[in-house]
T-cell receptor
Framework: ETGVTQSPTHLIKTRGQQVTLRCSSQ?????VSWYQQALGQGPQFIFQ???????GRGNFPPRFSGLQFPNYSSELNVNALELDDSALYLC?????????????FGSGTRLTVV | SQQGEEDPQALSIQEGENATMNCSYK?????LQWYRQNSGRGLVHLIL?????REKHSGRLRVTLDTSKKSSSLLITASRAADTASYFC????????????FGQGTRLTINP
């Protein structure tokens, strides 16, 4: 199946807990990026993975970490959750080559921290 | 921090009219992309314009890019109710990492 799949779609966690969000990349894509979108704002870049290595990171603390697996799926882990971590988390896959491509985004995981 | 700023923040027009949204950015770019987002769901890629291009068309969409002014515009012609969504511009100015930097978006409402 083509497209980017994210799970879960919604999640409620308590402050201080840890969370893992998952993403299955679009078939044929070798790069995955994660974005955080607060309500009413544009998405903010968290980090990108290419061939299982981190390939760029935004202005997010180390408690935000990630993994990319050999099948190009990915995880976003957030430790010690804070109330401000409540947001829509978007995964985007793309194909890294010499040419620019648009990204394919998943529908996101809505995380609420209480 | 946001790279770009969309203008206007919100736009409401009648079905059939044209909608124009503008985007300004701050640093040099490799390319600029426009995305649509319906009701806080995932973003859908609409169009990509490279820094050496000035205008690009895709169906009812027309995008212009002025690198000297660091600005872009998205025109949607003959709007439909289904075009109601938030529209974001995103710039890619970092070599290698393909990091997209988004603006805050324009909320477009098409009234029937």
């Amino acid at each position: 199946e083509t497209g980017v799949t994210q799970s879960p779609t919604h999640l409620i966690k308590t402050r201080g807990q840890q969370v893992t969000l998952r993403c299955s990349s679009q078939s044929g894509h070798n790069t995955v990026s994660w974005y955080q979108q607060a309500l009413g704002q544009g998405p903010q870049f968290i980090f990108q993975y290419y061939r299982e290595e981190e390939n760029g990171r935004g202005n997010f603390p180390p408690r935000f970490s990630g993994l990319q697996f050999p099948n190009y799926s990915s995880e976003l882990n957030v430790n010690a959750l804070e109330l401000d971590d409540s947001a829509l988390y978007l995964c985007a896959s793309s194909f890294t080559s010499g040419q620019p491509y648009g990204y394919t985004f998943g529908s996101g995981t809505r995380l609420t921290v209480v | 921090s946001q790279q770009g700023e969309e203008d206007p923040q919100a736009l409401s027009i009648q079905e059939g009219e044209n909608a124009t949204m503008n985007c300004s950015y701050k640093t040099s770019i490799n390319n600029l992309q426009w995305y649509r987002q319906n009701s806080g769901r995932g973003l859908v890629h609409l169009i990509l314009i490279r820094s050496n291009e000035r205008e690009k068309h895709s169906g009812r969409l027309r995008v212009t890019l002025d690198t000297s002014k660091k600005s872009s515009s998205l025109l949607i012609t003959a709007s439909r109710a289904a075009d109601t969504a938030s529209y974001f511009c995103a710039t890619d100015g970092i070599q290698g990492a393909q990091k997209l930097v988004f603006g805050q978006g324009t909320r477009l409402t098409i009234n029937p």
